[in-house]
């Protein structure tokens, strides 16, 4: 069993920048392709980004190319997402995800989440 730590949520006005992070607990975060996902009030959880074990392959959802970043840093065992340009649209409780296929999914294992609200 995989536990995973969000952190980095809050409330910013629109235009500004939050950045996620994520740590596996117990875990080396190397041996997962990691993804964060969000789920917004009435609606299902959407993939957002994911980034391979290695960190070469990325994969974003068209609604937040160029303006969110996925990225990893294996020797401090942590996942990122640097959120810029954040729309009101954004605001949702996002996740981080791991699992053992590729920088698309599957994800097996989740977060508990954390909340980022996005002011008009």
């Known amino acids: 069993q995989v536990q995973l730590v969000e952190s980095g949520g809050g409330l910013v006005q629109a235009g500004g920048s939050l950045r996620l992070s994520c740590a596996p607990s117990?875990?080396?975060?190397?041996?997962?392709?990691m993804g964060w996902f969000r789920q917004a009030p009435g609606k299902e959880r959407e993939f957002v980004a994911g980034?391979?074990?290695?960190?070469?392959?990325?994969s974003h959802t068209d609604s937040v190319k160029g303006r969110f970043t996925i990225s990893r840093d294996n020797a401090k065992n942590t996942v990122y997402l640097q959120m810029n340009s954040l729309k009101p649209e954004d605001t949702a409780v996002y996740y981080c995800?791991?699992?053992?296929?590729?920088?698309?999914?599957?994800?097996?294992?989740w977060g508990q989440g954390t909340q980022v609200t996005v002011s008009s």
């Open positions: 995800a791991a699992g053992r296929g590729a920088a698309s999914g599957p994800y097996d294992y």
């Open positions: 980034i391979s074990r290695s960190g070469n392959a990325h």
């Open positions: 117990g875990r080396t975060v190397s041996s997962y392709a």
